[in-house]
Every structure is written in C-alpha cells, then in structure tokens.
C-alpha cells in the first residue's frame, strides 16, 4: 500500500495477556518510530529503529515493552503481562531518511488498545 | 529537549485565515520547528517545517520571529476539514536518534461554517 499500515486497528485484551501489534511501514523507509497516545493527550515517544537496529528504546515505559524489527521493514511491538495502564493508541511512523533534518514522519491510523 | 507552548484551543469560521501560535523560548541553533496535524481518529500529518525563513507550501505557510523564539502556522482559508489538534515541535537531530518527534499537548483547532 501507499502509506503506513498498521495491524490490528483494535484490540480487546484482559489484563495479564500478551499483545502484538504490528506495524508495515512505507516500502524504502530507513527509519520507524513508535509512539503511544493516551486519551486526551499527544503521542509519546517509545522507540526509533534505523534498518534493523533498534537505536533508541528510551522511552518505552517499562521491560513488558518489547519492539522489534528483524529485516528492516515490518516491525513489532509487544507488551507483556498487559495492564489497564497500557490503553492507548499505539502509533507507526516511518521516515525515508535515517536523521536528515527534512525527513517528514508519515504515520499510520494506529492500533487502539483496550486492556479489561 | 526544548519545550513549546501552545494555546490549548483556537476557533475559526470557515474560509478565513487562522494564525496557530507557538512559543519556544529555549530555542537552540540546530533546532527545527515543524508542525504536524492530528484529524480525529487518524495518526498526526505532516503540515510544514521550517529553520529561519518563513516557509510556504500547499497546505500552510510558517512565519518564524527573527529571534526564533516564535512561530506562527497560517491557514491562509479554514476548511471544516481543517479541523484538528495542530501540534507545534522543535526537532533537534542528535546522532542516532533519527530526529524523533516529542509533541505537547497542541492546539485543538475548531472550524464554524
């Protein structure tokens, strides 16, 4: 497709599952980011690849966060033992340039997260 | 990472010009001020971006203070598609990082027909 995708675009868990949560960027795009977006608030950052090498985790909340993105492209987030703290919407961007300053994000619609 | 302020909410009537604030005081020289917009139910879009100079394109124009501690986004006519949180970032590009975004808490913009 044209832009990001993301998959699923909902999901219901009970607390203490494990989630995946997928996310297809731009054909081409050296960077992904992964960002969370409460009710009500911006998103926030979690994590940056560059290819396949995860170069910044700083702002994942805690080690039930887990990203991946094993060939370069798709990548994966998983959180672990979910919490009711863990709804949100969780947004993709990719970018085609891997730090140059006009490298505009695209993002996906983002997959929302309901932890019962 | 440097910090900009935004008016929590802004009104418009349709196909008139909006002016978006933004304050970022604690602006550094390799700072970038870009503005993305989030429509209700969607990821955030790009809008435009911009150093020094004041910048145009299809979508807005940006007009920067010449001390940079300023900026303004400009819809030159409101549309109800228009209606949006606009957020407003300084992007600094550190090594490695791939020039991440952190956004505020923006500007929720409403249109009037």
């Given at each position: 497709?044209?832009?990001?995708?993301?998959?699923?675009?909902?999901?219901?868990?009970?607390?203490?599952?494990?989630?995946?949560?997928?996310?297809?960027p731009?054909?081409?795009h050296v960077s992904l980011f992964?960002?969370?977006?409460?009710?009500?608030?911006?998103?926030?950052?979690?994590?940056y690849f560059q290819n396949?090498?995860?170069l910044?985790?700083?702002?994942?909340?805690?080690?039930?966060?887990?990203?991946?993105?094993?060939?370069?492209?798709?990548?994966?987030?998983?959180?672990?033992?979910?919490?009711?703290?863990?709804?949100?919407?969780?947004?993709?961007a990719s970018s085609f340039r891997s730090g140059?300053?006009?490298g505009?994000l695209?993002?996906?619609?983002?997959?929302?997260?309901?932890?019962? | 990472?440097?910090?900009?302020?935004?008016?929590?909410?802004?009104?418009?009537?349709?196909?008139?010009?909006?002016?978006?604030?933004?304050?970022?005081?604690?602006?550094?020289?390799?700072?970038?001020?870009?503005?993305?917009?989030?429509?209700?139910?969607?990821?955030?879009?790009?809008?435009?971006?911009?150093?020094?100079?004041?910048?145009?394109?299809?979508?807005?124009?940006?007009?920067?203070?010449?001390?940079?501690?300023?900026?303004?986004?400009?819809?030159?006519?409101?549309?109800?598609?228009?209606?949006?949180?606009?957020?407003?970032?300084?992007?600094?590009?550190?090594?490695?990082?791939g020039g991440k975004?952190?956004?505020?808490?923006?500007?929720?913009?409403?249109?009037?027909?």
């Amino acid at each position: 497709g044209a832009g990001v995708s993301q998959s699923p675009r909902y999901k219901v868990a009970k607390r203490g599952q494990d989630v995946a949560l997928r996310c297809d960027p731009i054909s081409g795009h050296v960077s992904l980011f992964w960002y969370q977006q409460a009710l009500g608030q911006g998103p926030e950052f979690l994590t940056y690849f560059q290819n396949e090498a995860q170069l910044d985790k700083s702002g994942l909340p805690s080690d039930r966060f887990f990203a991946e993105r094993p060939e370069g492209s798709v990548s994966t987030l998983k959180i672990q033992r979910t919490q009711q703290e863990d709804s949100a919407v969780y947004l993709c961007a990719s970018s085609f340039r891997s730090g140059g300053n006009s490298g505009e994000l695209f993002f996906g619609e983002g997959s929302r997260l309901t932890v019962l | 990472d440097a910090k900009t302020t935004q008016p929590n909410s802004m009104e418009s009537n349709e196909e008139e010009p909006v002016h978006l604030p933004c304050n970022h005081s604690t602006i550094s020289g390799t700072d970038y001020i870009h503005w993305y917009r989030q429509l209700p139910s969607q990821g955030p879009e790009y809008v435009i971006h911009g150093l020094t100079s004041n910048v145009n394109n299809r979508m807005a124009s940006l007009a920067i203070a010449e001390d940079r501690k300023s900026s303004t986004l400009i819809l030159h006519r409101a549309t109800l598609r228009d209606a949006a949180v606009y957020y407003c970032i300084l992007r600094r590009i550190v090594y490695n990082q791939g020039g991440k975004l952190i956004f505020g808490q923006g500007t929720e913009l409403s249109v009037k027909p």
